[in-house]
């Protein structure tokens, strides 16, 4: 099965500082997401990472804060913009495709101090 | 709108005996999947079974089977001869069927912490 990639395992940032997470995909997927997953919760959803074209946000969620890029179908980024406290969480990347269910990077503990 | 609900957030049980953790789930897709994902303490997420909605028959995969009752939304995972591996964070998730798959976009429940003890 595939495997994702994704980096860094776990960060310490400044506040007001930017952070960008890579996942990168073994093979081509046809589709890439982004979770948030706050200390002790459950996950939800960011974005649908589009591979070519601009990511389709959740509620809540805005592209000037989690700007995504997937420039291509095995690789996305996600960046946390203009860092708080309340951004700490773990953020986790999945693929899916047409095969497959969806399988998950091995996801980034963020600590914004 | 999907919505997952586990309401046991903690479960314990002894090594080699069976545990049921529960979910119950809302969906407004006529045609969807189920699924328990495992989140050991390295964080990654680990699919361990899956159900199709229009499907009866319960799934089954090794020690881990699940009771799906549709009418009920109720979709709840046995874990049978359970291994101190399998102490996890375990979480119900649900998607809209893309057959033969879900598109991989999920909601998830909130999860249930199960320690399995020596």
């Known amino acids: 099965s595939a495997v994702i990639s994704q980096k860094p395992s776990r960060d310490i940032c400044q506040r007001g500082t930017s952070l960008t997470i890579q996942c990168q995909v073994d093979s081509q997927v046809t589709m890439m997401f982004w979770y948030r997953q706050q200390p002790g919760q459950s996950l939800t959803l960011i974005a649908t990472?589009?591979?070519?074209?601009?990511?389709?946000?959740e509620s809540g969620f805005v592209i000037d804060k989690f700007p995504i890029s997937r420039p291509n179908l095995t690789f996305s980024t996600l960046t946390v913009s203009n860092m708080s406290p309340e951004d700490s969480s773990i953020y986790l990347c999945?693929?899916?495709?047409?095969?497959?269910?969806?399988?998950f990077g091995q996801g980034t503990r963020l600590t914004v101090v | 709108a999907q919505t997952v609900t586990q309401s046991q957030p903690e479960m314990s049980v002894q090594e080699a005996e069976t545990v049921t953790l529960s979910c119950t789930y809302d969906?407004?897709?006529?045609?969807?999947?189920l699924f328990w994902y495992k989140q050991p303490p390295s964080r990654q997420m680990i699919l361990v079974i899956r159900q199709e909605a229009y499907k009866q028959q319960n799934a089954t995969e090794n020690r881990f089977s699940v009771n799906f009752q549709k009418a009920a939304k109720s979709f709840s995972l046995k874990i049978s001869d359970s291994q101190l591996g399998d102490t996890a964070m375990y979480f119900c998730?649900?998607?809209?069927?893309?057959?033969?798959?879900?598109?991989?976009?999920?909601?998830f429940g909130q999860g249930t912490i199960l320690t399995v003890h020596p």
């Open positions: 999945s693929g899916r495709d047409r095969n497959t269910e969806a399988f």
């Open positions: 998730a649900s998607g809209a069927n893309a057959g033969g798959t879900s598109y991989g976009k999920l909601t």
């Open positions: 990472a589009n591979q070519g074209s601009e990511a389709t946000y």
């Open positions: 969906t407004s897709e006529s045609n969807y999947y």
